[in-house]
């Protein structure tokens, strides 16, 4: 079994940082790829940005060059990525979600989702 947790939202103006942070406790040997999601009020949720472990990082078109996502695996019982988010935007007002991805048993663990709020 697999636990994460995220933190790090809050509000912030246009064109400000954030950096979102999520750890993943547990049997994470069977994590293969961790990222982030988010929800956008009356939308469904969405891809981010997913780091595997082996290869490159995949960004939604919208976030790609302002967001930057990273990780660390500091043994087979815990592993954390984080999101910096650089130049937002209101359109990236929503509640993001930290998910690792299980690629022996084909389950994904969620977090509970930290709210991330742009405005003037």
């Known amino acids: 079994q697999v636990q994460v947790v995220e933190s790090g939202g809050g509000v912030v103006q246009p064109g400000g940082s954030l950096r979102l942070s999520c750890v993943a406790s547990?049997?994470?040997?069977?994590?293969?790829?961790m990222g982030w999601y988010r929800q956008i009020p009356g939308n469904q949720r969405e891809l981010v940005a997913t780091?595997?472990?082996?290869?490159?990082?995949?960004?939604?078109a919208s976030v790609k060059g302002r967001f930057t996502i990273s990780t660390i695996s500091r043994d087979s019982t815990k592993k954390a990525v984080y999101l910096q988010l650089n130049s937002l935007k209101p359109e990236d007002t929503g509640v993001y979600y930290c998910?690792?991805?299980?690629?022996?048993?084909?389950?994904?663990?969620w977090g509970q989702g930290t709210q991330v709020t742009v405005s003037p």
């Open positions: 998910n690792a991805h299980d690629g022996w048993y084909l389950k994904d663990y």
């Open positions: 547990g049997n994470t040997a069977v994590i293969n790829r």
């Open positions: 780091q595997p472990s082996t290869g490159d990082a995949t960004y939604a």
